[in-house]
Structure formats: C-alpha cells, structure tokens
C-alpha cells in the first residue's frame, strides 16, 4: 500500500458518490462505498454500474481490488480516516434542500466510530449553508449518546462537487479546480493528500478516459466551510442564469430575425463571457439546477433577501417550455388531435436521467392539450416506461418509425446520433413536415432543404 493512500468510505452510491468513489479507488485510495439499497450494491458487487455513466464500468474494473461496497455504513465507517457523505438533498415543498439524508447518514457514521480514533468527515452533497455545523452538531450528540464524549476526534470538512452527469468520470479526474472548506489544518492536510493524484496528475489514465489535451494542473481553492458551501450554489445558479439568458435573447432574435448560435458566438468569444453554457433551447433540468436554483431562492426568502436574478432564470426557464408549445400551436394550428413525435426524454444527452427533463416537460404540456405523443430516446425509455406509467404515450423503437405519419417532430434532447439522422427520408414519411429542433441541433438550411418547415430556438 502507497503511503498516501487513505483508507475511506463514500456513504451514498448515486452518481457523485460512486463517481467520487470509485475515481478514488483507481487513483489508490482503499475505498468501501456504502448505500442502503440492497439491489444497487447487490449490482456493484457484480461489477454492474447502476447508472448510465461514460468509463464507469471500466474504472470500477481497474479499482476493483481497492474497491469495496457494503450496505451497512456504521459496520464499515470505524476503520476509515476520512468519511465522505455524498447522500441526496431532495427539494422540501418550501423550496429549501432537505437536509434529512445527510442528517441520518451522519447519525450513521457516528454510530459506528471507534473510540481512540480521529476521522475528517467530509460533505460532498449540495446542502443548506451551514450543514457543516449541523453535522458536526449531529455527530457530537450521537457520540455523546454513545458514552463517547471527547474519546472520538471528528473534523468536518466541505467539499462541494462540480459533477455533470454523462461527464462525470471525466470532470473527476480532469476538473478545474477542487474546492475544500475547512476550519483546521489537518482536514486540509488530509484533503490534499486525497486528492494530490488529481492536482499533481501522476496517474496513468484509464483508456476510455485519456487526459484532454493542454489540460493543465487544477487549482485547490481553500477556504472556510460556509463559504465553500455556497460556491456549490452560486457556480450552479449562475450557469443556469448564463442558460436562462441567452434564452431571453433567443426570444428577442425571433423577432427580429437574428440567429441566437451567431449571438452567442459572438458574445462568447469575449473571455468575460466565455462560450459554454451559451446553447438556447428547451431550458434546463436534471436533477441539480432546478433543485439548487429554488434552494437558493428559498434562501433568500428565509433570510429576507430577494434572490431577483435566480427568480428570473427560474422564470425564463420555465416560460422556454411554454413557448416551445406556443410555436408548435402556431405552425399546426393547434395541436388537439395531432401526432407529435418527440425525440429525446433524458435532461441532456449522455445519461438515462429524466429529472426535470425539458422533453417530459414538453411532453405533458402537450398532453394536456390532447395531442398524441411518439417518443424516442436511445437509452432513457426503459427508465420513461418504469418511473412514469401515468404518461399516455407511445413509445418507438427508432425515430423512422416515431416519424411515419407524424404531424411535427420535436427534437427535445440533443443526442449526437440525431444528427445523422436523414432528413429527407423522415420529412417523406411525415403527413406535415415541420420540425420544432429545440437544441438547434440542425442547420436549418439543410432541414429547409430536405423538405420540413424548421423552427429553430431563436434563429
Ligand atoms: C450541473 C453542473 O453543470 C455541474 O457542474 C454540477 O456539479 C452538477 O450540476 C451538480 O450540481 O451536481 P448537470 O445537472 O449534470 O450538471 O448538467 P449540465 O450539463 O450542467 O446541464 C444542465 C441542463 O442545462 C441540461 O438540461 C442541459 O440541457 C441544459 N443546458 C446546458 C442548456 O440548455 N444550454 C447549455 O448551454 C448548457
């Protein structure tokens, strides 16, 4: 065993755990994921990835003999250095992030520490600021409970993620920077010796995962735990205002006849701005900036003040939907009765998540309006089908056939093998062929050419 590898558990196998953890495993660390659903860890055991992540299966591969799953955390928490909680943070009614599972997995964790020891209990999930403190708290009183007063010395540490899904393995090993919010010197210590692999880039890269050319070493950014806690919520809130922005602007260039992609490339080339994050469409989802977003308006509302930036993305975003059915109301003169093909379910491409997916969105706005709907997608319908029995659609096992006899098609999630789809082959089998491409996905001279009247976002 290297010296600098930690003996540590990942309480929570979703993507950021199990990203987190078996990224750590490859790079040397000796890492037991712990995660109360028997069936998922029944899966990691097999070597099976629950979720639909690029190299995850490989990586778990290679870490194998450092990797561990369990689904007991206080059996497994009492020989680790370092605990990491990536647990869920679903939405409360009010908005505010529920702090209810890192709460019961901190409870957990302390149930099954050592006395004699010392730990760094690190917080990975997105939480409300100042649950550093409120674990702490939860742990003291857990020990106390225990008889443990003062015989157990545990550090709690922050270490929000920058994950995105699809991407996941990849931001891990590659990320931009790492941030940690800490109180002492040992849970920095600690912290930079888990991650020196990353920061230094000594490891070798998996095959499936080579280090992007001209990367260059990631920044550790240190600072206190509040404030790094709210770096998680401001780096999201403000991707999903860039999103919800040149949105608004897509709207205006409708109307005057600009195309948003040439507006967004012209803006992004300025390095004040930057090009990412610039593409209008249907509006954000998945499981991360819908929830963060309302966390951080419900913030402001309990503190008394007005998040009216976050309001507005919020809105924007959500109008995006509406104004997607608008335009295909206009071009179908009305959509009661029609068949209304849509291509794409998952939030964005490279995953099988349909969170606050714009599509299922889109597909329930257009339901309640008595259209008929086809759907496609090449690996989230077997999740549609299971997680979502209520949606009264038709489900179609590749977009010609989704196609055949359709009034529109709807372009919902820009998968790459859309756009080497043939055009002219399914305006053909259309009865009217329009194609509402809510990803700007296509050039819209080229979908003109094959025969559909295109509506693009913006352009
Ligand atoms: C997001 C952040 O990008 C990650 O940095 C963060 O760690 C993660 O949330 C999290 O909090 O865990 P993710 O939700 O996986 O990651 O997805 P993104 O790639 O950010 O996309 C979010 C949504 O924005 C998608 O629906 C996507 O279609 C949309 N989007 C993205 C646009 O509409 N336009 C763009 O230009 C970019």
Same mark, same amino acid.
């Given at each position: 065993m290297s010296p600098d590898s930690?003996?540590? %558990? /990942?309480?929570? =196998?979703?993507? @950021?755990?199990?990203?987190? &953890?078996?990224?750590?495993?490859?790079? $040397?660390?000796?890492?037991?994921?712990?995660?109360?659903?028997?069936?998922?860890?029944?899966?990691?055991?097999?070597?099976k990835s629950p979720i639909h992540e690029q190299g995850m299966e490989e990586v778990m591969s290679l870490a194998a003999p450092r990797?561990?799953?369990?689904?007991?955390?206080?059996? %497994? /928490?009492?020989? =680790?250095?370092? @605990?990491?909680?990536?647990? &869920?943070?679903?939405?409360?009614?009010? $908005?505010?992030?529920?702090?209810?599972?890192?709460?019961?997995?901190?409870?957990e964790i302390a149930a099954g520490l050592q006395p004699g020891r010392s730990y760094t209990l690190v917080v990975k999930s997105t939480v409300p600021i100042g649950?550093?403190?409120?674990?702490?708290?939860?742990?003291?009183?857990?020990l106390a409970d225990r008889g443990l007063n003062g015989k157990v010395k545990v550090r709690v540490a922050s270490n929000?993620?920058?994950?995105?899904?699809?991407?996941?393995?990849?931001?891990?090993?590659?990320?931009?920077?790492?941030?940690?919010?800490?109180?002492?010197?040992?849970s920095a210590d600690i912290l930079r010796q888990l991650y020196r692999p990353i920061l230094e880039q000594t490891f070798d890269p998996p095959p499936s995962l080579p280090r992007p050319t001209a990367y260059s070493l990631p920044p550790l950014v240190t600072t206190d735990p509040i404030s790094a806690e709210m770096i998680k919520y401001a780096a999201n809130a403000f991707l999903s205002m860039k999103i919800s922005f040149i949105n608004e602007i897509a709207g205006l260039c409708e109307k005057v006849g600009a195309d948003v992609t040439e507006v967004a490339r012209g803006i992004g080339l300025d390095p004040r701005i930057g090009p990412r994050f610039l593409q209008a469409g249907l509006g954000w989802g998945g499981s991360c900036f819908p929830k963060d977003t309302k966390a951080l308006?419900?913030?402001?509302?309990?503190?008394?003040?007005?998040?009216?930036?976050?309001?507005?993305?919020?809105?924007?975003?959500?109008?995006?939907?509406?104004?997607?059915?608008?335009?295909l109301q206009d071009a179908l003169k009305g959509v009661r009765g029609r068949v209304i093909g849509v291509l794409g379910l998952s939030f964005k491409p490279g995953t099988d998540d349909l969170r606050e997916s714009a599509s299922l969105d889109l597909i329930r706005l257009l339901l309640e309006r008595e259209a008929h709907l086809r759907v496609h997608d090449p690996v989230a319908m077997e999740q549609a089908r299971t997680l979502h029995p209520d949606l009264d659609i038709?489900?179609?096992?590749?977009?010609?056939?989704?196609?055949?006899?359709?009034d529109a098609l709807v372009l919902a999630t820009e998968w790459p093998e859309y756009r080497r789809l043939d055009l002219g082959r399914l305006s053909a089998s259309m009865r009217t062929p329009v194609l509402l491409d809510g990803r700007n996905l296509f050039d819209p001279t080229a979908a003109r050419a094959a025969g559909f009247t295109y509506i693009g976002v913006g352009r």
């Open positions: 930690i003996h540590m %558990v /990942v309480v929570g =196998a979703g993507y @950021v755990g199990l990203t987190t &953890g078996v990224c750590l495993a490859y790079l $040397g660390h000796h890492v037991t994921c712990a995660d109360k659903d028997p069936e998922k860890i029944a899966l990691l055991k097999r070597g990797l561990a799953f369990a689904e007991r955390a206080p059996e %497994v /928490v009492g020989d =680790a250095d370092l @605990v990491l909680i990536a647990v &869920g943070t679903p939405c409360k009614p009010s $908005g505010q992030a529920d702090n209810r599972y890192v709460e019961e997995a901190a409870r649950t550093n403190r409120r674990v702490a708290h939860v742990v003291e009183q857990t929000p993620e920058f994950l995105s899904e699809g991407t996941a393995l990849q931001n891990m090993l590659y990320p931009d920077r790492i941030v940690i919010g800490v109180d002492n010197p040992e308006h419900a913030m402001g509302e309990e503190l008394g003040e007005p998040t009216l930036l976050v309001d507005a993305s919020i809105a924007v975003n959500q109008h995006q939907r509406q104004r997607a059915v608008d335009r038709e489900y179609c096992s590749d977009p010609y056939s989704l196609a055949q006899g359709a």
